[in-house]
């Protein structure tokens, strides 16, 4: 059996369905239990976590995450739904150093917060930048200005005020 | 028998005759001190002209060597073959606006800049040229020399103080920290060489290296004491500040350097410090090690002028030598380059001491 | 003796980064006590117009990632779309693909080692590398006209044939690059000053590389034998003869000395492929594929005008010279993606850097950040 049905072998309770991502096994599991799943996914030999996608349907937001073993040469993606209105689901930080980065990535243009995370602010835009840009309902008129305050630390406005510096 | 350039003058000058009218035109007023004077003046801007003159060649060469190194062109378009870059340089610097940031101590911070250049223009004092072509025989050459060299620190420290920088001021303690580490063991390897010479005198140190071994080998410091070449030449690049020690200009390490804050004039007064002082030091390595002007007598051409050719030749091969090293080598770290000044060099200088102190006590040269 | 830290910035701009990065240390002297990276100057939000232009028009966005080599960020793309959707590549396409990208990983390690030499104070490496690298980008110009930003690989093949005249050039190169690689190593490999710097400086062993999420040279440095290319492979390399480079201290000379094997391997496989390539240049098609015609040629299958591919989701991976470059794309349908998710190395080689620079010295940080070797455009997409 390929790696989605031996995770679903191993944790019944947490996987509620099994399917394929073009050509890798996928596992879709309850957002609740993603520790544990991590936990029983790194113990199957998934050391390398590739990527976490943040992907906005219209009812729902899916976070996606690539696994992949360089022991065994397999596959594994879990994929775990999240409420649209306050996406929120516990970090896997603790079992693969990367997801800091790429959790903090997700949280910037997706909006999904990460539990558990030991710093969990903007990684790719300034620090006040308003809304989530990847999310369907962003609003691309607004704009935001961006300035370097005198510490050197991103200062961002709406109106253009601080464009604006007395001489 | 002249002996430094105040006397090559007065004998230049009574054998076409002058002197003996200038100098009766003197004493007449009752004013004999002021016809030395003005000689004295005549030789120090000769000097101070030959200085200009070659930090400026000097840039222009740098540049040159080190674009045929890595298979490029170099200055190309100011000048044939670039030639008055130099100069191009320079007005570009004068035309730049001179600041002095807020908060800075104005007087030292325009005057830091000064003492450089002037303490490297000191150091050509006992500097012989060629025979007869020194400016003055100082009994005590060598000392002065390494003494002299001592006021840069102390100047480069002025100019990180009074930039009212923080890293203006730790560039400044770095590079006096190195300056410091390599000034001890160039100072213990020029002792060995006194140990055989005998005397401080930079003209006796030349006169010592003359004449051959065997009729071929020129007798040379250098294959009396190789470990003590090595040391030095070693030790004199690290005080210069080239790489492969110059953290201090590497702009890829963010401390910058202690001139961060000079612009236009001073900032050029650095660059034509660091040139000067390049072109001193390798005339002291030569004097030192490589037999100062010392080479085969041509008959019928003044000797004062292949002397000062073999001079300049010597200096330009060690000057070149040094540009080849800028070109290959990377930079080491600060705390390896200290560790080198200190654990490494000082006792291998102290031993190269040892050694020539117990060769000549021994009677073998 | 009580000190006090002291926080320090380097950057954004700055000459030594690769790019607008910038660092803030916290520093016990001359010791690195802690390293935060802010990274961010160069986001041009790539992601987000993934969603706005159609698959085909997406692909000049790709180049623009890694600009240092291009290709296979396009092929990347490419190949997760031709997975969405099926498509078939021709046999010619495929080989002239493996050409393009093995000839990029040539000039990426070069830009690499000549910008550590730089950094590190031996100014002369870089311009020889360069020296090189105009060679190579001169076959790309007269192959695609371009030399940076290709454009040039196109869901079903790529987008021209190879003009005339570009194999023996090819060849030329390979001799060239033989001689000088040889030069090279005499110049760097041996010298105690650059060993001073390298060797043993910035150590990481193969299990956090895993775990920080360090794909590419820099892995197989500590001694993770471990090449997409081999592992995994896509496109024509199975049938390849070649060898992944890996090294077992983990310190920054042994990322280097993998970045020198890897352009040894590369121009092997170049070699390899300037043998195989099957033929076949078609006479009747000027231009190989425009997205006008869409029709078939030697060098790409049938793609057609509007492309709308299957609903579904695929992630993608190859080996680009930096590391694990993957694509997520998910289709609805329409002719535009749903979602671009580009997993980029250099964003990811950077989670390690704070804990390979604890406890070394600036001049540290400056030699083991060039041989991670990121570039901005790929870390901020």
Sequence with gaps: MNSAEELKYLLPASVISVGVQTNKP????????????????????????????????????????????????????LKAILDRTSPSIDSVVSFWKVADWLERETYDLVGIKFNGHPNLKRILLPEGWMGHPLRKDYDMSIEQFVTVGEDGEDIVSTDGSNLLRGE | MTTNAYDLIVAILSAIGLYDMILGFFQDIGAEYVLRIIIVLVVIAVVVVFVLLTVMFLSWLERKMFAVVQARYGPMVTGPRGLFQPIADGVKLLGKEDTIPAGADRWIFTLAPYIVFVSVLLVFIPLPFGKSLIVSDLKVGLLYIIAISAITPISILLAGWASNNKY???????????????????????????????????????????GYWFGIIPKWFIFLQPLGFILFLIACIAEMGRIP?????????????????????????????????????????????????????????????????????????????TMWLRDTVPRVRIDQLLN????????????????????????VI | METETFLLNVGPVHPATHGVLRFKLRMDGETIRDCQIVVGYLHRGTEKLGEMKTYLQFIPYTDRLDYIAAMPNNYAYVRAVEELAGIEVPQRAEYIRVLVMELNRIINHLVMMGSLLL???????????????????????????????????????????????????????????????????????????????????????????INCGMTGPSMRGSGVDYDIRKEEPYSIYPDLDFKACMRREGDSLARYLVRLDEIRESMHILKQIVDAMPAGKNVNQKYGMAP??????????????????????????????????????????????????????????????????????????IAVFGTIDIVLGDVDR
Aim: hydrophobic share 45%; charged share 20%; glycine share 8%.
């Design chain 1, 26 to 77: 996928l596992a879709v599991i309850k957002k609740e239990d993603i520790l544990q799943v991590a936990e029983k996914v790194k113990e199957m030999g998934f050391d390398n976590l590739s990527v976490i996608t943040g992907v906005d349907r219209e009812d729902r937001i899916e976070v996606i995450y690539n696994f992949f073993s360089y022991k065994k040469k397999q596959n594994l993606v």
């Design chain 2, 168 to 210: 203006s001021l730790i560039g400044a303690i770095r590079a006096v920290a190195q300056d410091i580490s390599y000034t001890i063991p160039l100072a213990i390897t020029a002792i060995a060489v006194v140990v055989f010479v005998g005397s401080l005198s930079m003209l006796d140190i030349v006169n010592a290296q003359s």
């Design chain 2, 245 to 321: 020690f110059d953290f201090q200009e590497s702009e890829q390490e963010l401390v910058a350097g202690f001139f961060t804050e000079y612009s236009g004039m001073k900032f050029a007064m650095f660059f034509l410090a660091e040139y000067a002082h390049l072109f001193a030091v390798s005339g002291i390595i030569v004097t030192i090690f490589l037999g100062g002007w010392n080479g085969p007598v041509i008959p019928l051409i003044p000797i004062e002028l292949t002397s000062l050719v073999y001079f300049i030749i010597k200096t330009y091969a060690v000057i070149l030598f």
């Design chain 2, 340 to 363: 080198l000044g200190w654990k490494i060099m000082i006792p291998l200088a102290l031993l190269n001491l040892l050694v020539a102190a117990f060769v000549v006590t021994a009677g």
């Design chain 3, 119 to 209: 950094d590190l104070g031996g100014s002369t490496m870089i311009m020889y590398g360069f020296r090189e690298r105009e060679n190579a980008l001169q076959l790309y110009e007269s192959l695609c006209g371009a030399r940076m930003t290709f454009n040039y690989i196109r869901p079903g093949g790529v987008r021209e044939d190879l003009p005339d005249g570009f194999i023996p050039k090819l060849n030329e190169f390979i001799k060239d690059m033989e001689k000088r690689i040889v030069d090279y190593e005499e110049l760097v490999n041996g010298n105690e000053i650059f060993l001073m710097r390298v060797k043993n400086i910035g150590v990481i062993s193969a299990e956090e590389a």
């Design chain 3, 292 to 365: 006008n015609t869409g029709a078939p040629t030697a060098v790409t299958s049938y793609f057609p005008r509007i492309f709308t591919p299957p609903a579904g989701e695929v992630y993608c991976r190859i080996e680009a010279p930096k590391g694990e470059l993957g694509f997520y794309v998910a289709s609805d349908g329409t002719t535009k993606p749903y979602r671009v998710k580009i997993r980029s190395p250099s964003f990811c080689n950077l989670v390690a850097l704070p804990k390979m620079v604890e406890g070394l010295k600036i001049a540290d940080l």
